[in-house]
């Protein structure tokens, strides 16, 4: 192989780092791509590492020891963060955005891949750290905010459904109260998750914790461990969920005597660096 301009290798490490967020990438992978002694790798990594923080494109870190390498976390700056989540509160205040029944059209935003990605990568950096091996959602609005949240931390994605379906084998039913004084049916195959494992659920819109707790109940069953909750949008003032850290994008809340709903950044968005 011929020799790889340095320009030319940043680019092609920026992008594995990019394809594998948080994963540790040793650097003998580099080196054997390239041909490279380790300290010429060391100085590339460095290279990218002052870039990315330089036009806040993420986080790149070195990890020391035998298991060693270095990661990419697509984790912005807090002013960064708040100010993508403030034009997203400023979006769903708009009147013409709520609906009947205390819900607001959240939709469309929810259909536009580059918000949706930006809205994933801030949902999983309280959790990059927390050893999360799939991420959970109920079908079908969640799909897309939980698909890009499991993109960010680098583990599956698993979808609970409201029936089993048969090409998905057998399957695990409970029945769970809908928060409105109903009962529902949530369902998830026997294959997709194993005994043990840490799950974070994700999902589009939290009122009254209803599915949530269904997914709580359902990993119960097969043994896995909730490390955590991350919404969109959550009711401003909902009792906490089994303890559970609970980190949604927004809250909004009705206002008194009108038939309106006011949206405000969460708290830990708002929090300083």
């Known amino acids: 192989m011929d020799k790889v ?4 290798r940043v680019i092609v490490m920026m992008r594995v780092l990019c394809g594998m967020p948080n994963q540790i990438i040793p650097y003998s992978r580099f080196c054997e791509m390239f041909q490279l002694a380790k300290s010429s790798v060391s100085e590339d990594v460095a290279m990218i590492e002052r870039a990315v923080k330089t036009w806040d494109l993420g986080e790149v870190e070195t990890v020391t020891g035998a298991a ?3 990661r990419f976390r697509p984790r912005g700056s807090k002013s960064a963060t708040l100010s993508f989540v403030q034009t997203l509160c400023e979006q769903l205040n708009a009147p013409e955005r709520m609906l009947p029944g205390g819900y607001l059209y959240l939709s469309d935003l929810l259909a536009e891949p580059k918000l949706v990605r930006r809205m994933g990568d801030i949902l999983a950096g309280p959790y990059f750290d927390q050893g999360i091996d799939f ?7 969640g799909i897309p905010v939980a698909t890009m949240t499991a993109e960010a931390l680098h583990v599956p994605l698993v979808i609970a459904r409201r029936a089993s379906k048969v090409y998905e084998g057998s399957a695990v039913n409970i029945n769970f109260p809908d928060g409105k004084g109903g009962i529902e049916t949530m369902s998830l195959a026997r294959r997709a998750v194993k005994s043990g494992q840490r799950a974070l659920i994700v999902d589009d819109f939290m009122r009254r914790g209803g599915t949530a707790r269904g997914m709580i ?8 461990c909730v490390a955590g909750l991350a919404f969109v949008l959550a009711q401003d003032g909902e009792a906490l969920i089994a303890d559970l850290p609970v980190h949604p994008l927004m809250y909004f809340k009705t206002e008194e005597g009108r038939d309106a709903m006011v949206v405000r950044p969460a708290p830990w968005v708002e929090q300083p660096e």
């Open 68 to 70: 060693g390498g270095v």
């Open 135 to 141: 991420v959970l959602t109920m079908e079908t609005k």
């Open 5 to 8: 301009k340095r320009v030319e």
């Open 217 to 224: 109940a359902l990993m119960a069953e097969f043994g896995v």
